[in-house]
């Protein structure tokens, strides 16, 4: 009967050409979809009846594969549910589901294996898959307008991601919707790609990358995750537009990241309610990421708007950052960055600067805008008249020795803070702004993309 059925799926084409032609293959579930699949020719459009059809399947010709509403390529819990083998392949409207759970197979709702140049995956229901999907070194693939929800319940050492790109030049990963699972993206040794206008809840990190250089992340945004986008050992980067609210740790990280361009960036703090339980804090990979300090409020996150590690000759204009612990820590070397024309607004410490060296956070006689900042302008050119000093000996001396902040209020604290705003020689080298706006820049739009 399975038979019979393939076959009559297989003569319901839209044309009347030979068995070369390209053809339209309509199939029902009955069908073996496998075998419908190995006797396509290339440009086929084989259109799948609504129903449920038995994975996983691979696809080895130049093909498109569309699913009308209601169909479903289901696995059997080994291996990935669709591998796509050939290039051009089009995977569109399916539901696809039932993955494996090897890590080190990868195992995945849709695999695009190396010679799956120029793939498009779009507007599928990817959900309870290890990972969602693996772009193995397919070159020029473009995963777009996909809902993609990984498996729930899992630690993180045993959580796969939503998107997984490696050695893939040219990929683009455009409006899909991630939740779930370890990392919505994660991109590693890999260049030339483009992440944008994505909405990332319930992970780990929205967007982490590793190696990866000269590429774009844009517009995405990210919504009480753990963390928000963690840029590490790569270079030349464009991060710009996005949104990180309410991210538990950090809204950007930048980690031995250099010649990055960030602006345009809304990173906004508040309670950490719907922050996924799936994965504790003790999970986090040893190394992975510096140990973040706690907001000062427990339900209050990110502990960090930026944070920059290591990083060097970025560029952080026309960015926002409000009410988080810490509005920006640099730390452990992290030289010739411009850092201008942003606004700090209501974070718990503005800065923390770990050195001892003098920084100058304007550019071109334009600084920053600090929410704390009682300064005047009695030209009123929008430049403060005084330059501002977001740090003293008293934050060193708290950063180093914290049970210190139980002398916080004490005579002998508040007279040294007096003196060393009578005499600006007391203080340490660190972060200064000799231009700081007197009025905060224009707010990023904090735009949404529903789910």
Known sequence: MRGLATAMAALLVGSAGGAASAAQIDVVPASDLQSVLNAANDDDVIRLAPGDYLGPIRIERKLTLIGRAGAAVIGQGQGSVITVAAPDVTVRGLTVRGSGRDLQAMDSGIFLMESAERAVVEGNAIVGNLYGV???????????????????????????????????????????????????????????????????????????????????????????????????????????????????????????????????????????????????????????????????????????????????????????????????????????????????????????????????????????????NPAFDLNGDGIADTAYRPNDLVDRVLWTAPTAKLLINSPAVQVLRWAQSQFPALYPGGVVDTHPLISPPSKPSARRIEP
């Open 134 to 372: 693996n772009v193995y070194g397919a070159r020029g693939a473009r995963v777009s307008a996909n809902a993609i929800d990984g498996l729930r319940g899992l630690r993180l050492n045993e959580a796969g991601n939503g998107v997984r790109v490696w050695n893939a030049p040219g990929v683009v990963v455009d409006g899909n919707t991630i939740r779930y699972g370890r990392d919505g993206i994660f991109s590693i040794t890999s260049t030339k790609d483009r992440f944008t206008n994505n909405r990332f809840e319930k992970l780990r990190f929205a967007v982490h990358y590793m190696y990866t250089d000269d590429s774009e992340v844009s517009g995405n945004v990210s919504v009480a995750n753990h963390g928000g986008f963690a840029i590490m050992y790569s270079k030349r980067l464009i991060i710009r537009g996005n949104v990180s609210e309410r991210d538990r740790d950090f809204g950007l990280l930048f980690n031995y990241a250099n010649y990055a361009s960030v602006d345009g960036n809304l990173v906004v703090g508040g309670p950490l309610s719907g922050i996924s339980a799936d994965f504790d804090v003790t999970d986090n990979e040893k190394g992975m990421v510096p140990k973040q300090e706690a907001s000062g409020t427990a339900d209050i996150g990110p502990g960090k708007c930026v944070f920059i590690y290591n990083s060097n000759k970025g560029r952080f204009r026309d960015n926002w950052f409000e009410s988080c612990g810490i509005g920006v820590h640099l730390t452990a070397g992290s030289e010739g960055n411009e850092i201008a024309g942003n606004a700090f607004v209501a974070n718990r410490n503005q800065v923390k600067y770990v050195g001892t060296r003098d920084l100058d956070w304007s550019k071109g006689g334009r600084g920053n805008y600090w929410s704390d």
